[in-house]
């Protein structure tokens, strides 16, 4: 019983902490570019004080912040519909919109993202979509723009959106709903006040599902947003294989490791919290 219990420990020391304390112990140190490994170890903070001092860096980190939170809220308002239209369907068409739902994961990430290139350049399909209806003579390009960057993000993560507001929705008592419109509340006010307020776990899931990731997002930027957008993954991608210096890469993934995990703490917080109140 006792090994039982110890595998888990045994599992996050070996490949949690142990790498975490190596990256750590990296990015405390210098750059060494004439020794291999290019890594001189010691005990200094400057890599992380120049993450919060230096203007790139800041700028790095409030536009993966920015992106992030408007490209979660787009998924959001996306596919909170999509999981209450699944979980308000007959119980013999769930499974099938349901595979809908997770279908784009049958194929590559990174051929999904190479697709949308091929949709969004100057002479993609969608250009001459608008160039042959005349709706716009000349509508330019969105692909190497932020507005590039948040269709990607939604596209690729909708999905992580989707699943948990179903699984949470999918419980939610009707009755409630009925109860609600025997007593005269409109739809409307009775989604304000009854399935939004029990779908609110789903949202948080859904939320740090996509949140997370979108984050350090590196693929979807590089290849969507081009060189006006920047966010930290590719700034993590570029210190580490570009300029080679892997300390100053280790104090950014360090930091960006600390600050998802941040909100996961938060929101198991809630839930053991909540499990408290309702036990």
């Given at each position: 019983?006792?090994?039982?219990i110890a595998l888990p420990f045994v599992w996050l020391g070996v490949f949690f902490l142990l790498p975490f304390a190596l990256v750590l112990a990296i990015a405390l140190g210098a750059n060494a570019p004439d020794s291999v490994p290019p890594v001189e170890l010691g005990l200094s903070p400057k890599n992380f004080a120049l993450l919060f001092t230096d203007d790139l860096y800041l700028a790095a980190w409030l536009t993966s912040l920015r992106i992030a939170a408007v490209s979660t809220l787009a998924a959001l308002l996306l596919g909170y519909p999509m999981?209450?239209?699944?979980?308000?369907?007959?119980?013999?068409?769930?499974?099938?919109?349901?595979?809908?739902?997770?279908?784009?994961f049958w194929t590559s990430f990174l051929i999904r993202i190479y697709a949308w290139m091929g949709l969004l350049d100057e002479n993609g399909l969608l250009n001459q979509f608008l160039r042959w209806s005349g709706i716009v003579a000349d509508p330019g390009t969105l692909l190497g723009t932020e507005w590039a960057v948040h269709l990607g993000i939604v596209y690729a993560y909708l999905p992580f959106m989707v699943l948990p507001l179903y699984a949470t929705l999918e419980k939610l008592d009707v009755s409630l709903l009925e109860a609600a419109a025997d007593l005269g509340a409109r739809p409307f006010a009775a989604f304000l006040t009854i399935t939004l307020p029990l779908s609110l776990p789903g949202i948080v899931a859904g939320c740090l599902l996509v949140f997370i990731p979108a984050v350090g997002e590196f693929v979807i930027p590089d290849l969507l947003g081009g060189t006006g957008t920047l966010m930290i993954g590719k700034v993590l991608w570029d210190e580490?294989?570009?300029?080679?210096?892997?300390?100053?890469?280790?104090?950014?993934?360090?930091?960006l490791l600390v600050l998802l995990a941040g909100p996961i703490a938060l929101f198991q917080?809630?839930?053991?919290?909540?499990?408290?109140?309702?036990?």
């Open positions: 019983m006792r090994l039982v999981a209450y239209a699944i979980a308000r369907a007959a119980p013999a068409r769930r499974p099938l919109l349901l595979m809908l739902v997770v279908l784009p580490f294989f570009t300029n080679g210096d892997w300390p100053l890469a280790s104090a950014v993934a360090i930091c917080r809630q839930q053991a919290k909540g499990l408290e109140r309702r036990t």
